[in-house]
């Protein structure tokens, strides 16, 4: 029977061995992050001032690069609803950028104004009003109007939902007013 030096050459099949055993531990014996620990895309949002119900109910995902604020948020398919009066359409992609307090670069949401659908192209805060720029128009709304998310279809008013539509004095469509 051959005696084992500890200082001579491993075989390839105790490298192999060793790697495999490496492996395993690091899979199943390191601590994963959970579910539970990672934020959402609603959380990410809220971390940059921003209310959740700029994003409608059923993000699936997001990507965000915290260095450039470079984001991604994810939707099972695209999505379209109306709040008082506006309709709003999501693509299943919204990308753009993201810091304290402005939305840049947005692309993959738009509003119906009169009879043709608009890119939001940017979203900012401005005191308690959010401001939605279109790039020729914006608008502004107070913050809490979207305090909560809508849902793809049917916005605040399902049939499934007790939450009514939030009544907000909105004349006419500010969109057409503001520049």
């Known amino acids: 029977m ?11 099949m105790s490298l192999l ?16 992050p959970s579910s539970a620990n990672m934020l959402t895309a609603y959380d990410v949002l809220k971390s940059y001032d ?15 690069d915290p260095k450039t604020g470079k984001f991604a948020a994810y939707l099972k398919g695209s999505c379209s609803f ?3 009066g506006y309709q709003l359409r999501y693509k299943s992609t919204i990308t753009g950028y993201i810091s304290k307090g402005k939305l840049t670069q947005l692309k993959g949401v738009s509003v ?3 009879f043709i659908w608009i ?5 900012s805060m401005t005191g308690s009003d959010l401001e939605f720029s279109v790039g020729i128009a ?9 305090d909560e998310s809508p849902q793809c279809g049917c916005g605040f008013n399902c049939n499934n939902n007790n939450n009514k539509e939030k009544v907000r004095s909105i004349r006419g469509n500010p969109f057409l007013l503001s520049s």
């Open 2 to 12: 051959k005696e084992m030096n500890l200082f001579s050459k491993p075989t390839t």
């Open 17 to 32: 061995s060793l790697f495999s055993l490496i492996s395993f531990l690091s899979l199943n014996l390191l601590p994963t």
């Open 50 to 64: 921003f209310p959740a119900g700029l994003l409608p109910q059923g993000v699936t995902g997001y990507e965000l």
């Open 82 to 84: 109306s709040i008082e």
């Open 112 to 114: 119906k104004i009169l």
């Open 119 to 123: 890119n939001i192209i940017e979203v």
């Open 138 to 146: 914006s608008a502004d709304f107070p913050i809490d109007n979207f």
